[in-house]
Every structure is written in C-alpha cells, then in structure tokens.
C-alpha cells in the first residue's frame, strides 16, 4: 500500500470528469487501497480518485465512529439511482480545500449503484452524513467541488487564498533547494 499526494484547488484535474472503470482488476483494488491508506491519513472521511490525480470513477469511504471499527467502502463507477425531494444542509469540508468549510444543501437520502472491489453491482441506500460524503465524492468524479455549490464571490475568495498558498509553498521549497 502507497500514500498517494492530495491535489490541492485550484488545479485543472479537480475539473476533469473522470472515465468510468472498464473492469475492477488489481490496479484498481489497488488504487482502492492505496486510497484508503490516504484517505485514513489525512484524516478525512472520503476521497475520490480525480484527487490523487486518477481521472476514473473511484471513490473510497468510512463514515464509521472515530473510535469504532472501520467500516471502508471501495466503490467504482457509482450512480446515484434514487434521491428524496427532501434535502439537508451541512457544514462540509474537502481534502483538496484545506481548511475551508462551507454549507451545502443536498438531498437528504440517497440510492446508489456501484461496482465493489470485486466487481458485483451493488446497491446502497444512504442518509446523514454517508449521504452527504457519496455525494461529495461523486461530484469530485464529475469535476465539481463544494465552492461549486457556493456564491461566486465566497468561490473566488477561497480559490484564491489557496492558490496564494500554494505560491508561498513553491517559493519556500525553491528557496531552500537553492539554499
Ligand atoms: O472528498 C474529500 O475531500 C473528503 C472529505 C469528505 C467530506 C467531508 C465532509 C462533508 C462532505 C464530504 C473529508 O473527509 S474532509 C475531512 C473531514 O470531514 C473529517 C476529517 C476527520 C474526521 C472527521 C471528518
Ligand atoms: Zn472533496
């Protein structure tokens, strides 16, 4: 199992649509794992391959109790076949936007097909915070972050700030190389 680096916004690979999965074979359970590894030491609570830089509909998640068992979920090519009229605001978060938060109101309650890492067609029925997250991920497979959800002018203030700060790194890192 590998640590896979986690793109930062703004960066174009976080708007690409990503392919479907052809067959789930070892590259992909791989990729499934190494997600997860990635995704525990972050920590966060989901991660979508476009993330790690892999433009295919992969998501990996575990909305399990910080001190409980995990309960990882690998899923390729979902599709949300279902969702209530119903929707739910929350506060979420996004490992390609570090320390930014931001409402977002979705569907309450969700049903999704998807491929798990065997290959089977599986179907999951999804409310709370798992709903939240699968269509979290399933946005990311899709190019779209959660300041996609947002006002315009709040989108370009975070975008910005994180651009900056990834300039500021770049410069530090150029600066102690060259010594
Ligand atoms: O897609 C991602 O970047 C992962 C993201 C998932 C998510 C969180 C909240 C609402 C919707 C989707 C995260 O995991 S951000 C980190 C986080 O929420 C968290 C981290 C540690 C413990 C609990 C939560
Ligand atoms: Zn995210």
Not at 36 to 49: H, K
Not at 103 to 127: C, F, K, M, N, S
Not at 131 to 136: D, G, K, R, S, T
Request: charged share 30%.
């Amino acid at each position: 199992m590998a640590l896979l680096e986690i793109l930062v916004a703004p960066d174009p690979r976080l708007k690409t649509k990503a392919r479907p999965v052809v067959a789930v074979d070892d590259r992909i359970r791989g990729l499934m794992d190494d997600m997860l590894e990635t995704m525990y030491a972050a920590p966060g609570i989901g991660l979508a391959a476009p993330q790690v830089g892999e433009a295919l509909r992969v998501i990996v998640l575990d909305v399990s109790q910080k001190d409980g068992e995990r309960a990882p979920m690998r899923m390729a090519n979902p599709e949300i076949v279902w969702a209530s009229e119903e929707r739910m605001p929350f506060e979420e978060g996004c490992l390609s936007l570090p320390e930014h938060y931001a409402e977002v109101t979705r569907p309450r309650r969700v049903r999704a097909r998807y491929l798990d890492e065997t290959g089977a067609v599986r179907e999951i029925e999804a409310e709370g915070l798992l709903a939240v997250c699968l269509q979290h991920e399933m946005d990311h497979l899709e190019g779209t972050l959660f300041v996609d959800h947002i006002s315009a002018l709040r989108r370009g203030m975070i975008l910005r700030k994180l651009q900056k700060h990834k300039k500021a790194k770049a410069a530090d890192r150029a600066e102690r190389q060259t010594g």
